[in-house]
């Protein structure tokens, strides 16, 4: 890097291309091993379905909030002199606590409130800090699972489908059998998958009413049902596609739609993301003998 | 547990020689095979026993008599049909400071045996009805700890000495916090208190492992290399190749925080999963630290198959234990306080 210290452009620019010519020269053996070789060999299809095994991530702002939304300077604010300012909790993150710009994954841009949900949202929003599942680590339900900001692993079989996500190390099971209802309500619910093709479709039931959809309070019942749909393109690509549907928080059904990327880097592995152990401060620390000031 | 040990005890009296008990060999259909010819380890098992993880310093030998065994697994579930009749509606609350009961959870009685569910029979592997699932060394006790280890305890404990053990969320166990269960989870040996169960599902790349508590899934990579060893995550980091008709998994990396008999960072886990027959995976594991054991030990436990799913065990999410015994310990200093 020492090369690099502020000196005429020019200079840097054949610093550069000198750096990059001599690359190429000793690297060439690197650029001829395509990254496809490098990864083990995997089958296209399992037991004639399509191959789902692999470390899968959503690559958007949804967890911010499903809906579409500009770039904004926290998640929690507080009233200031001219416009609102971040909220004290989070006023030290800076730049780091600002809440990216996303698309949106809802069809439509709009999720059908009945009009008691749509206030219950607002107040979800406006105490985030307090109220948001995520906060605490607790487990993420469905679908906000699929589209935390980390990975998840999806292991296929000839004889089962289940699911590990690195966000609170939650799992889910996905039933080939339909067991017939859920005998208790949970977090991730009963997922029941069949295949409709070469598209993978997912019934999730047995909810309670505890997990949220986004940081911005999007929320449901414990009547929620989820119907998603898991349709490759290719072998490094699914659609994912999820039918909402819960008739005391909605006044209709409404569809979510997102593309998951798979990794496709040689050494792709589930990390751990045990948060439990991360939110103890928060949760217990006014409990601790002395309280850390 | 008490009860075990007195069936236990009987048993070794009854027990005759191994001759009587020779291990069975058992065939191996080929449609307990994946797609891909390996054995197929997948499904919901239980590795629920009465059998303990060591012998019991007053049996001889590892193979029980099958009257021995009946014997034992009868005072077990006599004991759950004793406690399982129907409390008297009017009793009192037990005396201040307990009334002396050795149930679950304290002398208060914290859990009735309704919500026990730690197993009703021996183990049995390869026919033999067995007094301990630790198969070696041949006395079915945990080796002696090195000098190392016996100073490392003495210095924790020294330290749990000089501190409230409710001061603090990180005092606590870390089943009490919700981090793991409050049995082994790597090696896979019971807690013989409830919950024993497990989900396996294997692919070409990867063999899955969940355990119930706390929805605990590790993945094991097939091949490959361990992680750098600064990253230790909760259950170690495993590995696994097949030997013929076994999986071997190698598992290191653990986190200072967990446990297992003495052993933390430098504990070495080796798994061999071997399918038995059609109900049953034969489980050996063998457990490594010369820094903590004087030598290495090896159990066998079987992992029976089960029709029952297994359920979302949310253990953080409905918590309330954690914070209600800080919030206690906070309450009963301020009483103590008052009275000074």
């Given at each position: 890097?020492?090369?690099?210290r502020?000196?005429h452009?020019?200079r840097?620019?054949?610093?550069?291309?000198?750096a990059?010519a001599t690359?190429?020269?000793?690297?060439?053996?690197?650029?001829?091993?395509?990254?496809?070789?490098?990864?083990?060999?995997?089958?296209?299809?399992?037991?004639?379905?399509p191959?789902?095994?692999?470390?899968?991530?959503?690559?958007?702002?949804a967890?911010?909030d499903?809906?579409?939304?500009?770039a904004?300077?926290?998640?929690?604010?507080?009233?200031g002199?001219v416009?609102?300012?971040?909220a004290a909790?989070?006023?030290?993150?800076?730049a780091v606590g600002?809440?990216?710009?996303?698309?949106?994954?809802?069809?439509?841009?709009?999720?059908p409130?009945?009009p008691?949900?749509?206030k219950k949202?607002?107040?979800n929003?406006?105490?985030?800090?307090?109220?948001?599942p995520?906060?605490?680590?607790y487990?993420p339900?469905?679908?906000?699972?699929?589209?935390?900001?980390?990975p998840?692993?999806?292991?296929?079989s000839?004889k089962?489908?289940?699911?590990a996500y690195?966000?609170?190390?939650?799992?889910?099971n996905i039933?080939l059998?339909?067991?017939?209802?859920a005998?208790?309500?949970?977090?991730?619910?009963?997922?029941?998958?069949a295949?409709e093709?070469?598209?993978?479709v997912?019934?999730?039931?047995g909810?309670?009413?505890q997990?949220?959809?986004?940081r911005?309070?999007?929320h449901?019942?414990?009547?929620?049902?989820?119907?998603?749909?898991?349709?490759p393109q290719?072998?490094?690509h699914?659609?994912?596609?999820?039918t909402?549907e819960?008739?005391?928080?909605f006044s209709?059904p409404?569809?979510?739609?997102?593309?998951l990327?798979?990794?496709?880097?040689?050494?792709?592995?589930?990390?751990?993301f045990?948060?439990v152990?991360?939110v103890e401060?928060?949760?217990y620390g006014?409990?601790r003998?002395?309280p850390?000031? | 547990m008490r009860?075990i040990?007195?069936?236990?005890?009987?048993?070794?009296?009854?027990?005759?020689?191994?001759?009587?008990?020779?291990?069975?060999?058992?065939a191996?259909?080929?449609?307990?095979?994946?797609s891909?010819?390996?054995?197929?380890l997948q499904?919901?098992w239980?590795?629920?026993?009465?059998?303990?993880l060591?012998?019991?310093?007053?049996?001889k030998?590892?193979?029980l008599?099958?009257?021995?065994?009946?014997?034992?697994?009868?005072?077990?579930t006599?004991?759950?049909?004793?406690?399982?009749?129907?409390?008297?509606?009017?009793r009192?609350?037990?005396p201040?400071?307990?009334?002396?009961s050795?149930?679950?959870?304290?002398?208060?009685?914290?859990?009735?045996?309704?919500?026990?569910?730690p197993g009703?029979?021996v183990?049995?592997?390869?026919?033999?009805?067995?007094?301990?699932?630790?198969?070696?060394?041949?006395d079915?006790?945990?080796?002696?700890l090195?000098?190392e280890?016996?100073?490392?305890?003495?210095a924790?404990?020294?330290?749990?000495m000089?501190r409230?053990?409710?001061?603090?969320p990180?005092?606590?166990?870390?089943a009490?916090?919700c981090?793991l269960?409050?049995?082994?989870?790597?090696p896979?040996v019971?807690?013989y208190?409830?919950?024993?169960?497990?989900?396996?599902?294997?692919?070409?790349?990867?063999?899955?492992?969940l355990?119930?508590m706390?929805?605990?899934?590790?993945?094991?990579r097939i091949g490959?290399?361990?992680?750098?060893?600064?990253?230790?995550?909760w259950m170690?980091?495993?590995?696994?190749?097949w030997e013929g008709?076994t999986?071997?998994v190698?598992t290191?990396?653990?986190?200072p925080?967990?446990?297992?008999r003495?052993?933390?960072?430098?504990?070495h886990v080796?798994?061999?999963f071997?399918?038995?027959?059609?109900k049953?995976?034969?489980?050996?594991f063998?457990?490594d630290?010369?820094?903590?054991?004087?030598?290495?030990?090896t159990?066998?436990?079987p992992?029976?198959?089960?029709?029952e799913?297994?359920?979302e065990?949310?253990?953080?999410e409905?918590?309330?234990?954690l914070g209600?015994?800080?919030?206690?310990?906070r309450?009963?200093?301020?009483?103590?306080?008052?009275?000074q």
């Open positions: 890097m020492a090369a690099f502020p000196v452009t020019t840097i620019l054949r610093d550069i291309f000198i990059f690359a190429a020269v000793v690297a060439t053996g690197f650029w001829m091993t395509s990254p496809v070789e490098s990864q083990a060999a995997r089958p296209a299809r399992i037991a004639g379905k191959n789902l095994n692999g470390i899968w991530q959503a690559l958007n702002t967890n911010y499903i809906l579409s939304h500009q904004k300077a926290a998640l929690a604010f507080r009233p002199p416009v609102p300012v971040p909790p989070v006023l030290a993150f800076g600002a809440v990216p710009a996303g698309n949106g994954i809802v069809e439509g841009d709009e999720i409130y009945l008691e949900a749509a949202q607002k107040e929003q406006a105490n985030w800090l307090d109220r948001d995520e906060i605490k680590c487990l339900g469905v679908p906000r699972a699929n589209y935390m900001p980390m998840f692993q999806i292991l296929h000839d089962a489908v289940f699911i690195e966000y609170a190390g939650a799992v889910r039933l059998k339909d067991p017939g209802p005998p208790v309500d949970s977090w991730m619910g009963q997922s029941v998958g295949w093709g070469d598209t993978f997912v019934t999730v039931t909810f309670n009413d997990s949220w959809f986004d911005a309070g999007n449901h019942s414990d009547k929620l049902k989820v119907v998603e749909r898991y349709t290719g072998p490094d699914l659609w994912y596609e999820a909402i819960d008739p005391t928080t209709k409404w569809k979510m739609r997102f593309p990327y798979r990794h496709i880097n040689p050494d792709a592995r589930l990390n751990q045990k948060c152990e991360f401060e928060l949760m006014k409990l003998k002395q850390v000031q | 009860n040990l007195v069936g236990l005890a009987i048993a070794s009296v009854a027990a005759t020689s191994l001759a009587a008990q020779a291990p069975k060999t058992i191996k259909p080929a449609a307990l095979r994946t891909d010819g390996k054995p197929d499904g919901v239980t590795n629920a026993t009465i059998t303990p060591e012998r019991p310093q007053n049996i030998d590892l193979v008599t099958e009257e021995a065994a009946a014997r034992m697994e009868k005072a077990v006599d004991r759950r049909d004793r406690l399982n009749e129907p409390s008297d509606p009017n009192t609350a037990p201040q400071g307990g009334d002396g050795t149930g679950a959870a304290g002398n208060v009685g914290g859990y009735n045996n309704f919500w026990l569910d009703e029979r183990a049995i592997v390869d026919g033999q009805r067995r007094s301990s699932l630790i198969i070696d060394p041949p079915g006790r945990i080796p002696a090195t000098q280890a016996r100073t490392r305890q003495q924790r404990a020294k330290l749990a000089g409230g053990q409710y001061d603090h990180e005092y606590r166990p870390l009490e916090r981090l269960s409050f049995g082994p989870t790597t896979l019971p807690n208190f409830y919950n024993n169960n497990l989900q396996i599902v294997q692919t070409p790349d990867h063999v899955m492992i355990m119930e706390v929805h605990d899934a590790r993945v094991v490959g290399t361990h992680l750098p060893k600064h990253i230790r995550p170690g980091d495993s590995i696994g190749h008709d999986l071997v190698d290191t990396n653990f986190p925080q967990q446990n297992f003495g052993a933390s960072e430098n504990l080796v798994e061999r071997r399918r038995a027959d059609d049953t995976i034969n489980y050996r063998t457990v630290d010369p820094t903590t054991f004087t030598a290495p030990f159990g066998e436990i992992f029976r198959a089960m029709e799913l297994i359920y065990y949310a253990c953080h409905g918590n309330y234990a209600n015994v800080l919030s206690g310990a309450n009963e200093e301020k009483r103590l306080g008052s009275k």
